[in-house]
């Protein structure tokens, strides 16, 4: 199934992508858990106001497992999807491939495995710095449920990864050129992206008519407060169905790729 010296090739050429955002994202984390003391929301009452302050809430107000999590995994799917598949169909590397005893089978789940393995080593590299900084610190309520929620946060986060890279991919597979993978890849992302944050601040300033507009994206089935909240019914079939849709999405490239004419 898994050609793994192929695999040795393509992890190669695609380690300074995986480098670069592992460092964006672990950046994010600790410049976000560096500006407070607590690690959980710690409730401050100032002049009869209530205020909250902690890592947790810092992560989630920049919207690191939301809009802005989302937003770094689609550029780092279209930057992996062009480098492992758009770039060598049209240069014809992936038709040089097919000459060994490779079929396209295997080359197709290698190079999904390789998108698996770069985004299981951000998601875990992003995760460790976390818990790095929560010990270092330390916290002053930082305990064992907080690892708990922030090990879902980060599985959540890594199924956003594969369910976002199996959307580009099968772009750059159904797009024979690369501005059109390209544009489309922006395109549907940024669309949800904006009507998720609509949707988010209409339920902010009590706009009902647009509270609903979250619910179309895919962002409503990675919900940061339901996992912060520890509402485990509540997300875990959220979680289920964004895996059989990219189940779906990585099925479907690949049934277009077996049928794919390459010679571009």
């Known amino acids: 199934m898994i050609n793994f010296k192929f695999l040795k090739i393509q992890i190669k050429n695609t380690i300074w992508i995986t480098v670069i955002f592992a460092i964006i994202f672990a950046l994010i984390s600790i410049l976000s858990m560096s500006f407070t003391k607590y690690f959980w929301d710690t409730t401050f009452y100032h002049n009869g106001e209530t205020s909250y302050e902690g890592a947790i809430d810092l992560l989630h107000m920049i919207s690191f497992f939301g809009p802005l999590g989302e937003g770094l ?32 089978k295997t080359i197709f789940l290698t190079k999904l495995f390789t998108i698996f393995i770069s985004s299981f080593i951000i ?31 980060n599985f959540g986060l890594l199924l956003s990864f594969l369910f976002i890279s199996s959307m580009i991919i099968l772009f750059a597979v159904f797009f024979n050129k690369i501005s059109h993978v390209l544009t489309v890849s922006a395109l549907v992302p940024t669309f949800f992206i904006v009507l998720f944050l609509l949707g988010d601040f209409a339920n ?51 049934y277009l790729f077996k049928r794919k004419n390459l010679d571009v």
């Open 204 to 254: 902010t300033f009590d706009v009902k008519f647009l509270h609903y507009l979250k619910y179309l994206t895919f962002f409503s089935l990675f919900d940061n407060n339901q996992l912060i909240k520890n509402a485990n019914l509540q997300f875990i079939w959220k979680f289920i169905l964004l895996i059989f849709l990219t189940g779906t999405l990585f099925y479907g490239s690949f």
């Open 123 to 153: 998601v875990l590299f992003n995760l460790i710095i976390q818990l790095l900084i929560a010990v270092i610190k330390p916290y002053s309520d930082f305990a064992g449920a907080e690892v708990a929620i922030l090990i879902k946060l």
């Open 73 to 104: 995994a689609v550029v780092f799917a279209i930057a992996l999807t062009m480098k492992l598949i758009s770039t060598e169909i049209n240069r014809n590397y992936i038709s040089s491939w097919l000459s060994l005893p490779m079929s396209r």
